[in-house]
């Protein structure tokens, strides 16, 4: 059996829908990951093959100010998980970000690139994957940008913002990756079935900055909003975020065979599923 942790969230939603009888889900009212005692006595109680971690705190500028929540939730519940699935012979899947790296490289992460964090969050993301070791058997594996029907998300904030205004400004000098959850379970799931270990990136492929994002997210729904750019220095968030932070992703294509599709294909999928 394959256990989803945070199976409420918008990753949770689209991986047990995916699964369906081969996962069980639990949530927040289920199982404490900050309580040893707690994620103990679930994971001995249900003895699941596999654990797949998507509980987090995703709020990168309330890291900023909740350092110990952040630490607490993305670093040391992801210890107390390992120990358990070590303990009971489990696979730890765990779920990390591009946030771990600072964006100076200039040309797209793989897996054995060094982490350099820039916020909170990014740091607290770093432990988590520090602390997925604690298992034997785990797999760490990071995405970017994520969007889904289940949860807040960017295309969401677009499309509410452009059906008021007819004019938005949007950041247009950090690149990534846009990806949609369904393509980031498809691609876990093939990494469990595929029996891998380690670290792997996935997400869909090709990248934009946010403002390019924004414009296709209005194309597609046609939605004539006109996108002016803006800098990240300009927006003075309260965490830092890396620039270039797109994440390479061929060796999960290598050991798996499963290619994510671009990100333009998978926002006109995800635009049309939302449609129905």
């Known amino acids: 059996m394959i256990l989803v942790v945070g199976a409420n969230g918008m990753l949770g939603r689209d991986l047990t829908a995916l699964l369906g009888d081969r996962c069980h889900g639990i949530d927040i009212d289920d199982i404490d990951i900050t309580d040893p005692g707690s994620v103990l006595k679930v994971i001995g109680d249900l003895k699941p093959e596999v654990v797949i971690n998507c509980a987090a705190y995703t709020d990168v500028d309330g890291c900023e100010a909740n350092t110990e929540t952040a630490m607490a939730v993305n670093g040391e519940g992801v210890a107390y998980l390992?120990?358990?699935c070590r303990d009971n012979g489990a696979l730890l899947v765990q779920i990390s970000t591009d946030?771990?790296?600072?964006?100076?490289?200039?040309?797209?992460?793989?897996e054995d690139d060094a982490p350099c964090p820039l916020s909170v969050?990014?740091?607290?993301?770093?432990?988590?994957?520090?602390?997925?070791?604690f298992s034997p058997e785990h797999l760490i594996v990071r995405t970017q940008w994520l969007y889904g029907v289940h949860g807040k998300n960017f295309v969401e904030t677009m499309l509410r913002l452009g059906a008021e205004k007819d004019e938005l400004t949007v950041v247009d000098d950090q690149i990534g990756s846009p990806t949609w959850t369904v393509d980031l379970a498809r691609a876990i799931i093939a990494l469990i079935d595929s029996g891998c270990r380690g670290i792997y990136h996935a997400a869909n492929a090709d990248y934009c900055s946010w403002n390019q994002f924004a414009a296709a997210i209005f194309e597609e729904a046609g939605l004539a909003v006109?996108?002016?750019?803006?800098?990240?220095?300009?927006?003075?968030?309260?965490?830092?975020?890396?620039?270039?932070?797109t994440l390479a992703c061929d060796k999960l294509t290598a050991d798996t065979g499963f290619s994510p599709q671009s990100w333009r294909d998978a926002l006109r999928a995800y635009l049309q599923l939302r449609s129905k």
């Open 82 to 84: 390992a120990m358990a």
């Open 99 to 110: 946030y771990i790296f600072d964006g100076g490289k200039g040309t797209p992460y793989v």
């Open 121 to 133: 969050y990014g740091e607290s993301k770093q432990a988590g994957e520090m602390n997925a070791a």
């Open 226 to 245: 006109s996108v002016k750019p803006m800098t990240t220095t300009e927006l003075n968030r309260p965490a830092r975020r890396p620039l270039y932070s």
